[in-house]
């Protein structure tokens, strides 16, 4: 865990002049996410055994087709602009 003390060091270093603490934790917030530095981490943070991970894939995937078709079928209803 980082020391919050190291964090903010680390932050004014990599600052801008006269930029305030919270614009640069709020910069840094969002390149983090924008990264996807926590998903990559809850990942690695147990053990999956390459059959769940099998699954887990395949069963992401069906929740990606089932929403673009979802999506496909309510832009049919809709009246088109001409």
């Known amino acids: 865990m980082v020391h919050i003390n190291r964090l903010e060091e680390d932050l004014i270093k990599r600052g801008k002049k006269e930029e305030a603490l919270e614009s640069m934790l ?3 917030n969002k390149e ?4 996807n530095l926590f998903k ?3 990942e690695h943070e147990f053990y999956e055994k390459p ?4 699954r887990r894939k395949h069963l ?6 089932r929403r673009r078709q979802r999506e496909l079928q309510e832009g049919r209803d809709k ?4």
């Open 40 to 42: 990559e981490l809850k």
């Open 51 to 54: 059959s769940i991970k099998r």
């Open 60 to 65: 992401e995937a069906i929740i990606r087709w």
């Open 32 to 35: 983090v996410q924008e990264s």
């Open 26 to 28: 709020a910069r840094f």
């Open 79 to 82: 009246p088109t602009k001409k």
